[in-house]
């Protein structure tokens, strides 16, 4: 529904987004954009939306939570509803001069939909006030008149009279009747982004009989799983192992991972990478998708060669940009006095773009290198006789 990105001021990078986003979306676009507390001021910026009237009406300050919300109701609306939306945000911009309107008023005017009405491919007081005669709207004032009176009259001012009296507004659909938008929503209940309980979310159901449709309901496990949880799925299922399964829907509570997923026969090597990543602390986590970003690992497998060495990699969360990474790296190169005699003097665009390269990756969770010097790139199965780089 919603591109946005988010930055922080002092800062040379921003984190993008698509909105609705789920919660570990949100926690995984703020901390890319080095937000770190709900202290840190910062501003969300929208910049793609499908529906391309909106983002006028969305004020500067926008919550990014509320943002989010927004989308979410709007996703769920039909296209009929959609539309009443679309004339409760066109009535409130006139009456309020085409100002900025609070998220917590937009998101309430999700939930009015129901009480609208809309006349379809009617966008003018002629083509209103036409519609309007030709469907009995105006019998009980036009009784007695001749039919050559009636067609006489001026269905431009019998429309603008109509609009005026109902509160109606012309969108690109039609015509729109707007009804009360009630209080659901209060901003006083923004809701903010929780840690998922999972790294991994797989919905599985039964396996269907040769071409039959799958009607069977499906079961979600979440990784990681212990054994007896999911032998309880399958039990569920009525099934004695995976093999008898197929998946309908797989989530990533890691970004990088959120296509690695495929097929049925990784699924233990899944809960196996979802049991060492929920033992990470979180400054491991994110050098985890620091080095998944720079090595464009995109498989279960080198995924979890990956989790297993960490410790061969350094990350510097500060860096955000190429100039933050010249300078952490000269940080790390010279003594205090050095690196202030020294930087005045250090084009460091130009000796970041010098210094960045297989050695060293600037991610979008800060500056990248091994402690090796050795180049960042997806491991591989090591193969006997073999090291794994």
């Given amino acids: 529904m919603f591109e946005v990105y988010l930055s922080k001021p002092g800062w040379e990078t921003d984190a993008a987004l698509k909105l609705p986003a789920t919660d570990a979306q949100l926690l995984d676009a703020l901390e890319r954009a080095r937000i770190v507390n709900e202290r840190d001021i910062y501003s969300v910026t929208v910049y793609q939306c499908e529906k391309d009237y909106l983002p006028q009406f969305i004020p500067v300050s926008a919550n990014l939570f509320e943002l989010n919300l927004l989308a979410k109701r709007l996703t769920e609306l039909d296209d009929w509803q959609r539309d009443c939306f679309e004339g409760l945000v066109m009535r409130e911009s006139i009456e309020t001069d085409y100002a900025p309107i609070k998220l917590e008023r937009l998101i309430n005017m999700t939930y009015g939909t129901d009480d609208c009405q809309i006349a379809y491919s009617v966008r003018n007081d002629r083509a209103l006030g036409a519609f309007y005669l030709e469907n009995g709207f105006y019998d009980e004032w036009l009784t007695g008149l001749s039919e050559e009176m009636i067609e006489m009259l001026d269905t431009e001012k019998l429309g603008q009279r109509s609009r005026s009296d109902e509160g109606g507004v012309f969108t690109p659909g039609g015509y729109v009747i707007p009804g009360d938008i009630r209080q659901i929503y209060s901003s006083d209940n923004i809701p903010y982004p929780q840690k998922p309980d999972y790294v991994f979310a797989l919905d599985i159901a039964k396996l269907p009989e040769a071409d039959e449709e799958n009607t069977q309901r499906s079961v979600t496990i979440r990784f ?28 990533s509570a890691i970004p990088q991972l959120s296509e690695a997923f495929g097929f049925l026969e990784d699924f233990y090597e899944l809960n196996a990478l979802a049991k060492t990543v929920a033992a990470l602390e979180h400054e491991n986590t994110r050098k985890f998708k620091a080095v998944l970003e720079a090595a464009d690992c995109g498989s279960v497998q080198q995924a979890a060669l990956i989790a297993a060495r960490l410790d061969e990699y350094n990350l510097l969360y500060g860096a955000a940009g190429t100039q933050d990474a010249a300078a952490l790296h000269l940080q790390r190169l010279l003594s205090r006095n050095e690196y202030e005699a020294l930087c005045p003097h250090v084009n460091m665009h130009a000796y970041a773009h010098e210094r960045l390269g297989e050695e060293m990756r600037l991610t979008s969770y800060g500056l990248l290198s091994r402690y090796d010097g050795g180049q960042i790139v997806a491991p591989k199965q090591e193969a006997p006789g073999m090291n794994m780089y």
Avoid at 225 to 250: Q, V
């Fill in 224 to 251: 990681p799983a212990t054994d007896e949880e999911i032998s309880a799925a399958f039990e569920e299922l009525g099934t004695d192992d995976i093999e008898g399964c197929c998946f309908l829907r797989y989530e």
